[in-house]
């Protein structure tokens, strides 16, 4: 079992930055891979973000590549998100995952989300 909080969100300007954090608890967190989504009003989920669970591989959907950051605190058992030159288009409710696989391609355990809104 993996438990997992997102926070970090909030409203922010266009151009604006936010960092999320997901704290999670339960297996060890080295020992599992994490992704990023989010899920706009409207629309489906889509992967934002995703690293590995040792060597910190990280990959992004392209939309974000070059804006966002992922990395991952494995003494504290934390993932965060760097958000930075941050769009309208970028406002959702953002949810971090824990992949057991480390394949980042099934996601076993959610967390509840956080809301980012970027106002143009």
């Known amino acids: 079992q993996v438990q997992l909080e997102e926070s970090g969100g909030g409203l922010v300007q266009a151009g604006g930055s936010l960092r999320l954090s997901c704290t999670a608890s339960?297996?060890?967190?080295?020992?599992?891979?994490l992704g990023w989504f989010r899920q706009a009003p409207g629309k489906e989920r889509e992967f934002v973000a995703g690293?590995?669970?040792?060597?910190?591989?990280?990959y992004y959907v392209d939309s974000v590549k070059g804006r966002f950051s992922m990395s991952r605190d494995n003494a504290k058992n934390t993932v965060y998100l760097q958000m930075n030159s941050l769009k309208p288009e970028d406002t959702a409710v953002y949810y971090c995952?824990?992949?057991?696989?480390?394949?980042?391609?099934?996601?076993?355990?959610w967390g509840q989300g956080t809301q980012v809104t970027v106002s143009s």
């Open positions: 995952a824990a992949d057991l696989s480390g394949t980042l391609r099934t996601y076993n355990y």
């Open positions: 339960g297996r060890a967190f080295s020992s599992y891979a």
């Open positions: 690293i590995r669970r040792s060597e910190g591989n990280t």
